[in-house]
Structures are given as structure tokens and as C-alpha cells.
């Protein structure tokens, strides 16, 4: 079983900072690939940036420059960095681990910009 947690959603003015997190747990499991994604109602799921132990870092055009997605292997987890934020980037930020072919996400953190 394979179980994913995101932390570090908010509120946030435009201009400013988060930093999301996504500590994986679970048997024979290791953060290879990790992408972020998000969501906003009545859209589909976007993603947003990936890591990847080989590929070049991936980040949708949107956040190009402004998002950093990093890893720390030592704790599981991974971490996306979104700066000069914009109220566009208001949405559900969800992480997934693709293993065995089998995709698994993490409840989701609300990521809200705002004046």
C-alpha cells in the first residue's frame, strides 16, 4: 500500500510564496517520479510540474520560473516550490506516484491567492 500526503496549502497574497509537501509512505516504495498536479472546479486535473531520477525537471508553461519541484530522498518526500504567486494558481494541488503501473494521489491541499 502506497499512501501519499500533501501539506503546506493556504492562503497566500499574489506576489508571495508556498511551499507544498509530499511525504510517501508505504512498503518497497521510493520517490523515482513525483508529479504535482491541480485542479479548480468544473476543470480537469492540470499537471504541473514533475521530477524524475533521470528526465529533466517538466513544468507546465503556466509556472515556468516561478515553481520549483525538488526531492529529498532521505525523507520521502517532495516539495514544490511556487513563488510570485498569481490568483490563477488558485486550485487543489494533489501529488502522484505512479508504481507498478498503478497510479496513487494524496488528498489534495488547497492552495488559495488572494488579496
Known amino acids: 500500500q502506497v499512501q501519499l500526503v500533501e501539506s503546506g496549502g493556504g492562503l497566500a497574497q499574489p506576489g508571495g510564496s508556498l511551499r507544498l509537501s509530499c511525504t510517501v509512505s508505504?512498503?518497497?516504495?521510493?520517490?523515482?517520479?513525483i508529479k504535482w498536479y491541480r485542479q479548480v472546479p468544473g476543470k480537469e486535473r492540470e499537471l504541473v510540474a514533475r521530477?524524475?531520477?533521470?528526465?529533466?525537471?517538466y513544468y507546465a508553461n503556466s509556472v515556468k520560473g516561478r515553481f520549483t519541484i525538488s526531492k529529498d530522498t532521505s525523507k520521502n518526500t517532495a516539495y514544490l516550490r511556487m513563488n510570485l504567486l498569481k490568483p490563477e494558481d488558485t486550485a487543489v494541488y494533489y501529488c502522484n506516484l505512479n508504481k507498478g503501473g498503478q497510479n496513487f494521489w494524496g488528498q489534495g491541499t488547497q492552495v488559495t491567492v488572494s488579496s
Open positions: 521530477i524524475h531520477s533521470v528526465l529533466p525537471n
Open positions: 508505504g512498503s518497497n516504495v521510493s520517490i523515482t517520479a
